[in-house]
């Protein structure tokens, strides 16, 4: 009796995963399942979603449809293809995926909040005057740091540490102070922010261990606490980039509790990239000693012919162009910036490829850009694509080099470290500026060298595809010390 019920159930089962398991229509990308009942390619994908998805686009080409976790997500690799989904801003939309990680990570939620008006706002911060306050107050947070680090030491004694910390540690504190305009706190909020990072990829996907929640809800509440307004004694001023921010989520109707909230996001978006991305930079020049002089001649040219003798980074950078450094920026970020673009299909579509073919898409799935796999590892775009090249993106007569084609077709996005479309980075511009004087700053004051001058960059973190900046897997020790006079670069 008991063996025909178990029978009986087991039928039911099977027909039950039958009925609803999905199987590919006509005109629709090719599907891959995975062998795992609803959680399909979940774990591959969570644990190097870089490795999942090249071997995905082996075997079914620029587009195709896997499991994730009970959604079907269609990831699209073509980057001639990208504008389909860019822009189409009616029936995919970006802000369902955007707030639920929100939820997740943050524990924070908007409602009231116009998606629209939030980037409007963010764009006003980000350029004209405004952008040049910050960019300008970056600047003297950076030197002001930089030297205040280096206040107990004797001048010609070497210091070591790991890049990746020098790089963040300096970056995420200037940033901080310039746009929270808190003076106090920045070493205690960057000691705790680390630690949520390090857990943000685990707690976007839901899979924190118990001990790991425990420790990311206490972070959250410790930085909530930091980046209240209750919490100033600095003072922030009240023109500060927080202090309008807020005052922007207060008209929006947004209550006081979400306010402070969503500062974390705002710490979050605005911190996490440009550390990580200056670490990669100068570690690729410590470790390609060909682009590192020819980073040193450039910005040696840029001082010899500052006639004021002042050598901020900030008016130099802003007098001079830098074609050597600026392609050494692109080609860091094209080797380590891995942003996927998500939307979320709201109605049944279909999508035109470049190919000229079209696939339908179902309305609840979503659709995915991973532009770090094509176009930026893509070897038809990019010739060996996995090894740095300093002057990649410079043409013989020092202009930028953004020419680059597939299938014979010139390409709109070679390189997409920024996002693309509606959701671009707004920062950016900002970012590119920081970058530069950071890397000035620490080539100009400081005599920097690997502490083993045969040693190579660290892995990435496989768990970070899909976040922005990927991180190490370690660091790289390198030792330093405050250079006596400029001339000595
Ligand atoms: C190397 C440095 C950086 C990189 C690679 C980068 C990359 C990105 C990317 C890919 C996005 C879009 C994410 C998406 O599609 O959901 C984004 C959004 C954003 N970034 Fe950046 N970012 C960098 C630095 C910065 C900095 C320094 C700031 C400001 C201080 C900033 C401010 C923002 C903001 C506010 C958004 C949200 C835009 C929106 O929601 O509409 N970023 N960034």
């Known amino acids: 009796m008991l063996w025909t019920l178990l029978l009986l159930l087991n039928g039911l089962l099977i027909l039950v995963l039958l009925y609803y398991s999905r199987t590919r229509q006509n005109n629709e990308p090719p599907l891959d399942k995975g062998f795992i009942p609803w959680l399909g390619h979940a774990l591959e994908f969570g644990k190097d979603a870089a490795k999942f998805l090249a071997r995905m686009k082996d075997r079914h080409g620029d587009i195709f449809t896997v499991r994730v976790a009970g959604h079907y997500v269609t990831v699209l690799l073509d980057p001639n293809s990208f504008d389909a989904v860019m822009n189409d801003t009616v029936l995919l939309d970006f802000t369902r995926s955007r707030n639920l990680l929100m939820k997740r990570i943050f524990s924070l939620q908007l409602p009231s909040l116009k998606p629209k008006a939030e980037r409007k706002w963010m764009e006003q911060h980000f350029q004209g005057v405004s952008l040049s306050n910050l960019s300008s107050s970056m600047n003297t947070h950076l030197q002001n740091l930089l030297l205040s680090d280096h206040k107990d030491c004797n001048p010609s004694e070497w210091r070591q540490d790991g890049l990746f910390d020098l790089c963040y540690s300096l970056l995420f504190r200037a940033g901080y102070r310039t746009l929270f305009e808190r003076r106090d706190n920045a070493s205690a909020v960057y000691k705790e922010f680390r630690k949520f990072d390090n857990l943000l990829a685990k707690l976007a996907r839901c899979s924190l261990k118990r001990g790991e929640s425990k420790t990311a809800n206490s972070c959250r509440v410790r930085l909530w606490e930091l980046l209240s307004p209750n919490c100033l004694s600095g003072g922030s001023g009240s023109n500060s980039w927080q202090q309008s921010y807020h005052d922007f989520l207060q008209e929006e109707g947004v209550d006081a509790e979400m306010q402070n909230r969503a500062l974390l996001l705002q710490l979050w978006t605005t911190q996490c990239n440009a550390g990580p991305a200056a670490f990669w930079l100068l570690g690729f020049l410590l470790t390609h000693p060909e682009a590192m002089d020819a980073v040193k001649t450039e910005i040696r040219g840029l001082t010899l012919r500052d006639t004021t003798l002042q050598h901020s980074p900030i008016t130099l950078l802003e007098a001079h162009s830098t074609p ?52 930026q590892l893509d070897p038809q775009i990019h010739q060996e694509p996995q090894i740095f090249k300093y002057d990649r ?42 970058i530069k004087q950071f890397v000035f700053l620490l080539l100009t004051s400081l005599d920097l060298e690997m502490c083993d001058p045969e040693a190579k960059l660290p892995p990435v973190n496989p768990s970070r595809y899909g976040f922005g900046m990927l991180q190490p897997d370690g660091d790289l020790q390198v030792r330093f010390r405050l250079k006596r006079t400029l001339r000595e670069m």
């Not at 930028?400 to 980075?425: E, Q, R």
């Open 324 to 375: 050597v450094l600026d392609s050494v920026l692109s080609e860091t970020l094209r080797l380590t910036a891995a942003v996927m673009i998500s939307r979320e299909v709201v109605q049944d579509k279909s999508l035109h490829m470049a190919s000229g073919q079209d696939y339908h898409l179902r309305k609840g799935d979503r659709v995915c850009l991973f532009p770090f796999l094509s176009p």
């Open 393 to 434: 993106f410079l043409n013989d007569d020092m202009t930028v080099k953004d020419k680059f084609y597939k299938d014979g077709k010139m390409l709109k996005y070679y390189t997409m470290p920024w996002g693309a479309g509606s959701s671009i980075c707004v920062g950016k511009e900002f970012a590119v500026t920081a």
